[in-house]
């Protein structure tokens, strides 16, 4: 009896260690740049949003930023590395932190509006690791309105 008693303990701390993989992976800044193309984009937000996968069920993190007078804009989105496999897509038994963005959504809002959305597929090829360890976008996301 104390050895079953000891075992479920044992067992129990080890599954709740093993679902806090998260703080096992960084999370990194991912750099997305572009433009808002049009006439006066003074009180216009900028929404970035990060999917970790292209059927956009769900979105990793995201940013609101405003373009400056010249329509630019650039956005650091945080996004959590963890690759979660294993039982039940928990990353318990089985985590590795190489997750990358594969769709980036921006979309241009004015007056609680979205006036504009571009939808960029994400391949590895299409992000520049810097010295820290954070991404950057290399091509520049273009928003007409």
């Known amino acids: 009896m104390v050895n079953a008693r000891i075992l479920l303990l044992v067992l129990g701390a080890t599954l709740v260690g093993s679902t806090t993989g998260w703080a096992k ?10 433009t808002v193309e049009g006439d006066d984009v003074d009180g216009a937000t900028v929404r970035v ?16 930023v405003s373009p400056d007078h010249d329509g630019k804009f650039a956005a650091r989105v945080p996004f959590l590395t963890l690759n979660g496999r294993g039982l039940f897509g928990t990353g318990l038994f089985a ?5 990358r963005p594969q769709m ?3 979309s241009l809002i004015e007056g609680g509006s979205v006036v504009a959305t571009q939808r960029v597929i994400v391949a590895s ?3 520049e690791l810097d010295s820290a360890g954070n991404y950057r976008l290399k091509q ?3 928003l007409k309105r």
Not at 49 to 64: G, I, T
Not at 95 to 99: F, K, M, T, V
């Open 125 to 127: 090829s299409d992000l």
């Open 25 to 34: 992976c960084a999370t990194v800044q991912i750099m997305v740049g572009g």
């Open 95 to 99: 985590h590795d932190c190489s997750r």
């Open 140 to 142: 520049p996301v273009m």
């Open 49 to 64: 949003e990060l999917y970790p996968s292209p059927r956009k069920d769900v979105v990793n993190q995201r940013a609101l």
């Open 104 to 106: 980036v959504v921006v």
